[in-house]
């Protein structure tokens, strides 16, 4: 079992539908990571996470730390949220500024249909 | 924002040769910066951990004579695959940590072809 799962693994919807990608981990963590893949690779960091909630736009991430499970959440879809979304847990305390060591889901492939 | 820029983004080189990928951070300082590897249709696994000023740190099962890792200023560090072969084909990520906020950023990425 990995110890950090997401579901689903590919998810399409329609543009404007509500999206939400689930990642769950067995690992003790501090902090919880969102990242955005483009087509082209590229990586973008969404969230940071350690407790509650963050909303950026049309993203909500959050966090239950106790049942060890993270949504992300896109409002009002669009196609250029196409990508494919994972998850990353780190073990370090953020204030440490450690040398953390990222374990990341496997990614869900969101298609948005226009 | 901060960003951390990749470069090249593209490389195709012979089988033998070696090649060189920088990541730099552009407007902030990272003590720290990692480097992954991604095979199609698989989540990023970690190589090696670069300090500044200090020997990486690498992963069990990566060849630090293969993938040599320098970080020699706080916005630079460098990726070297030595005497490539096919099979190094792969995408390369790095990431960097800001060493004042503690922020991870990512770079773009860069994809070696090595015929």
């Known amino acids: 079992k990995n110890e950090v799962e997401q579901s689903p693994q590919n998810l399409t919807a329609q543009e404007g539908e509500f999206i939400t990608i689930n990642c769950s981990y067995s690992?003790?963590?501090?902090?919880l990571h969102w990242l955005q893949q483009h087509p082209g690779g590229g990586i973008v960091s969404l969230f940071m996470?350690?407790?509650g909630k963050k909303k950026h736009g049309r993203l909500i991430a959050t966090i239950n730390i106790q049942e060890k499970h993270s949504s992300l959440h896109i409002t009002a879809s669009h196609p250029r949220d196409s990508a494919v979304y994972i998850c990353?847990?780190?073990?370090?305390?953020?204030?440490?500024?450690?040398?953390?060591?990222?374990?990341f889901g496997t990614g869900t492939r969101l298609t948005i249909i226009p | 924002g901060a960003v951390v820029s990749q470069h090249p983004s593209r490389v195709i080189c012979k089988s033998g040769t070696s090649v060189k990928i920088e990541c730099r951070s552009l407007d902030f300082q990272a003590t720290t910066m990692f480097w992954y590897r991604q095979f199609p249709k698989q989540s990023l696994m970690l190589m090696a951990t670069s300090n500044e000023g200090s020997k990486a740190t690498y992963e069990q099962g990566v060849e630090k004579d293969k993938f040599l890792i320098n970080h020699a200023s706080l916005t630079l560090s460098t990726l070297t695959v030595t005497s490539a072969h096919p099979e190094d084909s792969s995408f390369y990520i790095c990431?960097?940590?800001?060493?004042?906020?503690?922020?991870?950023?990512f770079g773009e990425g860069s994809r070696l072809t090595v015929l």
């Open positions: 990431s960097a940590r800001d060493s004042t906020s503690g922020e991870l950023f």
């Open positions: 996470l350690s407790s």
């Open positions: 990353a847990v780190g073990p370090h305390l953020i204030s440490n500024f450690g040398n953390e060591k990222l374990t």
């Open positions: 690992v003790g963590i501090s902090a």
